[in-house]
């Protein structure tokens, strides 16, 4: 059974008894009021019944006509009283059928007395008859005014009894509901312990396990609700993140060995590419020195032309060999103040070469949380792509600064050089890709390539922005760093 | 987290299985109270007189019933003719409590007995008749001077005729009264010998059939009420109150047996009378079985007092106080509400 479902149970038990409950004493109440209106009416019974007999007494003493009165007027009134039974109950009808039978008799029996001859009568045979009969009445009466009493008040009892019962139902009644809300409090509370909290305590276990890498671990919880399902689904997500996990072990695997393969690559080409080229070189400068003079102009430029391609493949090997080495260098983070850095290089390049006037434009303070020795690398690339970009401008001007966009530092490095078409931007950071011919603009196309590694490195980006002619705009941005 | 969660929730089912059983407890309260009542004691004998009479019904369904038993008593039942005779076993010390109209218990009072009413069993104001001849030119009251009257002395037949006698204003020398057992009543009017019965069932409706249409009878409703009650010696009642309450809880439950299965009731104590079930009809309906004791019982028993001292039974003195003579304990501790006397 679903927990919803169980839920739903618990609430609707629960709902039940306690409309049980108020309709058990609503019901106790109307009963209480209706016992109370007829021990109301059984308490006038009572009273009449009691002057009945105060008037009875009264007109035994002393005969008067205003007990004889009374005692009719209090009759009519105590019969008009029992006249209807309020009673439900056959023993109170029987009582109540009692009282009236003898009410009658008693007022019966009061008239005869009323008539009875004066014993005034000068025979004493006569006058003891009448002072019998006139005893015998009067005990009758007596003995049938206290049996009425009697039975008045058993009906009070009846009322009262039936109060007390009343009451004594809703006591029973609430017992008995408390115990039923108890007992579906506590069922929901097992349902809860058993269905929900026993299973989550295992889950907890689970994800203690699975965090502390037992990807082997199995929730199995054979149950049919939602937890069960839950349990289910959990244990399939072990299995696929195992799997994944698996996966990317062997891609990582797969991936070292290539790591191992480009080093050895790296060593190849460092080593023993640079050997046959430093030959060539050589053997071309040795030729042009010893045999020069008996070479003709074209075997000597041809020699040079040897010495020049072979020169430009030595720097294309160290300008690859240096992106490799950015890419696995180890980063040490840490605060790298890129105005000093600029302003180092802008100074070098004045110097390399003083005939050329460029306008630098570093703004001071430009801080960024990055590995210094890699920042160094890229910076030097940007700035002297700019200073070499601009060698045809005649005014021109090379900016670093930074600005602030969307609460993000962004780096910028620009000039007013020959710029690019920005059609070509996708291909501007690519390995080995140039927007102008080397005839141009010298150079081996792997610097943006370098830069752009870099950034990737701090989890940053670099993007640009150009127009033909008009210069061209490197916006860079590097991830922030927690301060600690 | 989750086993100090487990821990609370435990804790409340634990608390709530506590509720519970308080709750179970108070409710079986008021059960235990009436569960245990009576079931445990030993058994207690008893040894009762009673008359083979409809008035001793509740007696003779408490037995029948099993309800003596169900209360924890070895009721043994002695069976005599009429309640006097009851009495007589009863202050012969050879049974320990006798069913008796209230007349022989007074004129036993009267004579010294140290007797107490443990329980009125029935009441009846229409049974006690004078059964009479019509060929003896009886047709009204009045018609009774001058004849003869058989009664047996010292019961509640002599009662009420005395009472019948006042109510009609006759004077009670004006007739002869010949005291009969109630056995030889019917033969003694069908053979003329008498010419009025004062009698009660079954020997009234007897000698209604015996005399067929020549029967006439006479009751005095206003003037008498016989009542009926369990006797005993007033030391034996102080001596064995747990009997006498046990006694009181069993005629009690053979009054609800014949208040909700009357016809039940008269079938079986026809049978255990062993009359005719139209003869233990005859009156059936009148017999008010009702088990208490009442306030208005001592004004009669004054009243019989008076009359036993007028009829000679014992020398004329003032009324004794009946008050002691009422065993009122047992009925106040297990219906209280059934006992209306003054205190």
């Known amino acids: 059974m679903k927990i919803s479902t169980k839920g739903r149970l618990v609430t609707t038990t629960a709902l039940a008894t306690i409309g049980l409950i108020a309709a058990m004493i609503w019901w106790a109440n109307k009963e209480v009021e209706d016992a109370n209106s007829k021990r109301r009416q059984t308490n006038e019974i009572a009273r009449g019944l009691n002057e009945l007999r105060l008037v009875t007494f009264e007109y035994m003493l002393h005969r008067s006509e205003r007990a004889q009165q009374q005692e009719r007027e209090v009759s009519q009134r105590l019969a008009q009283l029992i006249e209807t039974n309020p009673f439900s109950g056959p023993t109170q009808s029987e009582v109540l059928a009692d009282l009236r039978e003898r009410s009658a008799t008693t007022h019966r029996i009061f008239e005869e007395l009323i008539a009875a001859p004066a014993a005034d009568s000068t025979n004493p045979v006569d006058n003891e008859l009448i002072r019998r009969f006139e005893a015998q009445l009067s005990s009758r009466l007596l003995i049938l005014q206290q049996e009425n009493l009697a039975d008045a008040f058993r009906l009070a009892d009846f009322s009262t009894e039936r109060i007390n019962a009343a009451q004594q139902r809703v006591v029973v009644v609430i017992l008995v509901g408390l115990a039923l809300i108890a007992l579906s409090t506590g069922g929901a509370a097992w349902l809860i312990d058993r269905s929900v909290l026993a299973p989550i305590g295992k889950l907890e276990q689970a994800t203690r396990e699975v965090a502390s890498g037992n990807w082997n671990y199995k929730l199995d919880i054979g149950s049919e609700d939602e937890i069960g399902e839950m349990s289910r689904n959990f244990d399939a997500m072990t299995v696929s993140l195992r799997t994944s996990f698996a996966q990317i072990e062997r891609s990582n695997q797969e991936l070292a060995a290539l790591n191992k393969e480009i080093e050895s690559f790296s060593y190849s080409v460092s080593h023993d590419l640079r050997g046959p080229l430093r030959s060539m070189d050589g053997f071309s400068l040795a030729l042009l020195e010893d045999y020069g003079d008996k070479l003709d102009d074209e075997a000597r430029d041809s020699l040079q032309r040897i010495r020049a391609a072979s020169q430009r493949m030595g720097r294309l090997i160290d300008e690859l060999l240096g992106l490799s080495r950015v890419t696995r260098a180890e980063l040490t983070i840490r605060p790298v103040n890129l105005s000093e850095i600029a302003h180092a290089i802008s100074d070098s390049l004045n110097q390399q070469q003083p005939t050329r006037h460029v306008q630098w434009v570093i703004e001071d303070g430009i801080i960024v949380q990055a590995d210094k020795s890699l920042m160094q690398i890229a910076m030097q690339n940007l700035l002297e792509n700019a200073w070499k970009f601009t060698s045809k401008t005649d005014q021109p001007v090379i900016r670093v600064g930074a600005i602030k966009r969307d609460g993000m530092q962004e780096c910028f490095v620009a000039d007013n050089g020959v710029g690019f078409d920005m059609a070509y931007a996708d291909r501007l950071f690519g390995a080995f890709q140039r927007l102008h011919h080397e005839s141009e603009f010298p150079g081996t196309g792997i610097g943006l390539a370098i830069v752009q590694r870099i950034f990737r490195r701090h989890e940053g980006k670099i993007w640009a922005q150009a127009q033909p002619g008009l210069g061209a705009t490197f916006f860079f941005q590097l991830k922030e760093q927690d301060h600690e | ?343």
Do not use: C
């Not at chain 2, 008749?129 to 037949?157: E, N, Q």
């Open chain 2, 1 to 343: 987290m989750a086993s100090e969660t487990h821990r609370r929730v435990r804790t409340l089912v634990i608390a709530l299985g506590a509720l519970m059983v308080v709750a179970a407890l108070a409710l079986g309260y008021g059960g235990r109270r009436g569960l245990f009542a009576g079931s445990a004691a030993p058994m207690e004998k008893l040894s009762i007189a009673l008359p083979t009479t409809p008035h001793a019904a509740l007696l003779f369904i408490a037995a029948a019933k099993g309800y003596f038993a169900q209360e924890g008593l070895d009721v043994t039942v002695t069976r005599v003719s009429h309640g006097k005779a009851a009495l007589d076993l009863l202050e012969e010390r050879k049974v320990d409590l006798a069913s008796a109209a209230e007349v022989p218990f007074v004129i036993s009072v009267l004579k010294g007995a140290r007797l107490g009413i443990a329980a009125t069993v029935v009441s009846v104001s229409t049974e006690m008749a004078l059964v009479v001849r019509r060929d003896r030119a009886i047709a009204v009251p009045h018609d009774l001077a001058g004849k003869r009257i058989g009664v047996t002395f010292g019961t509640s037949g002599e009662y009420f005729l005395w009472a019948f006698f006042i109510r009609h204003k006759l004077a009670p020398d004006s007739v002869t009264m010949v005291d009969l057992p109630p056995g030889q009543m019917v033969k003694a009017l069908t053979q003329g010998t008498i010419d009025a019965a004062a009698t009660w069932e079954p020997v009234k409706s007897e000698a209604f059939v015996a005399l067929a249409d020549n029967a006439l009878s006479f009751i005095a409703a206003d003037a008498y009420t016989v009542t009926h009650v369990v006797i005993g010696h007033s030391e034996f009642l102080n001596a064995r109150p747990e009997a006498i309450e046990r006694l009181v809880r069993a005629l009690l439950k053979a009054e609800e047996f014949a208040r909700s299965e009357p016809k039940h009731a008269l079938t079986l104590v026809a049978d255990q009378l062993k009359l005719d079930l139209k003869v233990a009809q005859a009156g059936w309906k009148d017999l008010d079985f009702k088990v208490n004791l009442r306030q208005s019982q001592l004004v009669t028993l004054e009243d019989e007092a008076r009359w036993a001292m007028a009829r000679g039974y014992v020398a004329k003195g003032p009324v004794p106080n009946f008050l002691p003579r009422l065993y009122l304990p047992a009925l106040l501790a297990v219906q209280p509400e059934r006992m209306t006397v003054v205190r």
